[in-house]
């Protein structure tokens, strides 16, 4: 019986953890940045990740649902989660004060192959809500600065009132580290300092050897397609291109069969897939 | 957390969904210690029937002018709006034959004196007001219900089943009696919760939960006829009790276009 | 692998021993034509002919439904207790079925293992016992029909005896427990079981060719074989209810009264229901009922070969068996196989 496991011993994969929310700060409309805490101590000095990974997070007695972190593991202690408001875990989340308890299991999936990406340079694209797995990305790159060559994020939001971490990105702008291009399709308020247009535009701006470069992207469907054409007119490799993507997820850990695309799982082989997986895959964007 | 005020309502429909609340024995001292419940006349004297509520439970179809104004006034009324049971959801079996003018109708049950009835063509709430979370069944179920009023209490709301009755059919591992029997079964059709009642019992499904969402009617229909029932057998089945939902629609299934 | 004899007129008795390792399960009959693996104590109720049961062993490590925690605001997530140590007997387990377990044995270990699935499924002993094909079955097409693994005992009907193959040290104790009840093989059973060998098969019906079928999923991924098995679909998910490698279950929390407590819980889902894919938001990775029909196909015989080396069907037969439309997998491929894309 050489399939037969003895699980005797085994831990149970799904058990939440006890966390607490410490603080919630508001950013766009029907956003959130949560930041938790687990109660557990040794946990909490335990508890790392890489970035793109994602955790799952349980409101008692509503439900559990899949959240990428934001926060870089160079910050340990706390993990960061930019929520938006959609659906049904998420509403319940929205009316929690700060002191609840929640449950968090985790991390899981691949995220960014971080050793690989070291000696390159780094291009960040994000689209609306995309920031929220690039951010821990980027401040994961930005602590580990020498690594790196040259950082270039552009993140493209509607208009400047729903850019998430908007005045965190701003004060980017003027930094060496980093060629931070932010951009807005619409300024109806004419307060908006940086680039107009679709965040395809933005590649104007940049002088990029795809070579050396890794690419990160994350965004709405709809932005995948933009900007890929862009990444493979300048010859991106397809396995340069890398791509965060979201699927319906109710185990995390390659068990319940909902993220499937073709033969990989997006909780275990993804969420964070190459553009050549994409080729290989069936119906992944 | 201060209790949420109720109001259950019945519209035209047989007061089997409200039983069904009276008949949680176990749990009803439960239901009302959670519950201000302000209008339920069918279990309390002194209800009221202006008061804001914060959920308004609504049994039966529509079937009166007076009955949409007083369904309007329920919405504007309550927070949250839950249809129960399959006539407030789907119209029930009284909206079986609503292509019948209602004139004609009046005057075929009731004689001449049918004049006096002010009625219109029997529909499901949704058809006038914003429905929050329909519970369907005839009756509904007991275990839905609780569920339902406890996340209702909790703050959200409940996630029912959108699966058919089938797969609740197979998990209990009762015999197939379309394939078996050869029986006019709406399980593949009707939406689950149930736990398969009736086929646990040895009878087919008669789909009164109402169908799931995008019910392959026309398929069902295809293996019906193939098994030998006549068009006339599957039509009466499909709107027994859901006749206004769009997937059952038996002028699309005829035409072929529903699959 | 040790191998023994017990003759048929010691079936009875031995089954009678049995009773003393756990409680015995076996295919009874249900219904008129139907199946179901249930508890048992004597032979008589036990159905040796049984083609198929409507569900797979699947059911006793994986329930259809099952409590995953019980929870409350205040402590969180515990485990439900459930008793550890019973050893249960599933007899007359089909070459077919056994291997859909090996398959899930692997979907639920890896890297995170399943704890419910394999608490209950230490406590398990498998007799297996082997079968002639009816019109339905094609696990020859899927090299599922003979198993060397995954039983404690096996049994090969010989005529008038079973060869017993002995899988494991707990089979062993069962057979030296009824010592009495067993013989020694001699020539004439080994030329019989061979000669039955060839005999059951050459009593196949059905026949796919499934080598090749990884790459010609991809050929005919676009093939209108999908809208034609979409429009058919009910999606009423009895194929995968009854699939012994169907291993998709959804999760959800059901609140007690209190509004505090409540259980989380599993349920088998069916990756043909319309809102498998969708997520929060709105947007439906599968909306159409043809995509999830080709991707329930795909994930099968193309998917999992990537992933385990092998396709995931094993044969049974039971989807076809039991899908109310009639969708035939064995029609399915061979569709896809002889079809030439415009």
Known sequence: MSNRKDCSGCQNPYTPQMARIIRILPQIQDHQLFQIQFEDQQLVKSFTYRPGQFVMLSVIGTGEAPFSISSSPTHAGVIELCVRRIGHVTDALFKLAPNTMVGIRGPYGNGFPIEQLEGNNILLIAGGLGMAPLRSLLNYVLDNRSKFKDVILMYGARNPEEMLFKYELLNLIDLADVKCLLTVDKDESKTWKAYTGVVTNLFEHVDINPAQTYAAICGPEIMFKFVLEKLLQRNFPKDRILMSLERNMQCGVGKCGHCMIGCKYTCLDGPIFTYWDAINLPEMI | MEKPTVGIYGLTGCAGDQLVILNCEDELLDIAGALDIKFFPMAMTGNDEECPLDIVFVEGSVVQPKEVEMLKKLRERAKLLIAIGTCAVWGGVQAMKNEIPRDEMKRKVYGPEGKVFDVISAQPLSNFVKVDLAISGCPIEKEQLLHAVASLLHGDLPRLPTYAVCTECKMAEYPCLLLEKGQLCMGPLTVAGCKARCPSYGQPCRGCRGPVEEANAASEAKLLKEKGFTWLDIQNRLRTFAASADSLKIESIKEGTNA | ?342
């Open chain 3, 1 to 342: 692998m040790k191998i023994v004899k017990l003759p048929k007129k010691n079936l009875a008795e031995f089954i009678g021993h049995l009773n003393s390792f756990g409680q015995i399960h076996a295919p009874v009959k249900r219904g008129e034509k139907s199946f179901v693996f249930a508890p048992v104590t004597e032979l008589t109720e036990i159905e040796l002919n049984c083609n198929r049961t409507i569900l797979p062993l699947k059911k006793y490590f994986f329930k259809p439904v099952e409590t995953m925690f019980n929870f409350c605001a205040q402590k969180g997530y515990e485990v439900p207790v459930e008793e550890q140590d019973k050893k249960y007997i599933i007899f007359g387990v089909h070459p077919c079925d056994i291997h859909g377990l090996k398959i899930l044995d692997m979907v639920f270990s890896g890297r995170y293992v399943d704890s419910y699935y394999f608490a209950r499924r230490r406590r398990a002993l498998i007799i297996g016992l082997d079968c002639t094909p009816d019109e339905l079955c094609f696990c020859r097409s899927t090299g599922t029909d003979f198993v060397d693994s995954g039983f404690d005992l096996f049994l090969s009907d010989i005529d008038d005896s079973y060869l017993v193959r002995v899988g494991t040290s707990i089979g062993d104790d069962m057979v030296t427990a009824a010592d009495s009840l067993f013989r020694e093989v001699e020539k004439e059973d080994r030329e019989k079981y061979k000669a039955k060998s060839i005999q059951r098969r050459e009593s196949f019906q059905t026949e796919i060719q499934l080598q090749d079928f990884p790459g010609i999923m991809d050929l005919e991924y676009e093939s209108q074989v999908w809208e034609e098995v979409g429009e058919e679909c009910l999606s009423c998910g009895t194929c995968s209810m009854v699939c012994p490698t169907c291993y998709c279950y959804a999760v959800f929390d059901e609140l007690n009264l209190d509004a505090e407590s409540g259980q989380r819980k599993r349920r088998w889902d069916s990756c043909l229901f319309k809102d498998y894919a969708l997520v929060a938001g709105g947007h439906n990775f599968r909306a159409e009922r043809s995509s999830r029909v080709k991707n329930r196909f795909f994930h099968k015989q193309r998917g999992f070969v990537t992933q385990y080396g092998r396709p995931s069907c094993v044969g049974c037969g039971r989807c076809k068996a039991y899908c109310p439309a009639g969708i035939d997998i064995v029609e399915v491929v061979n569709k896809l196989r002889s079809q030439t894309r415009v």
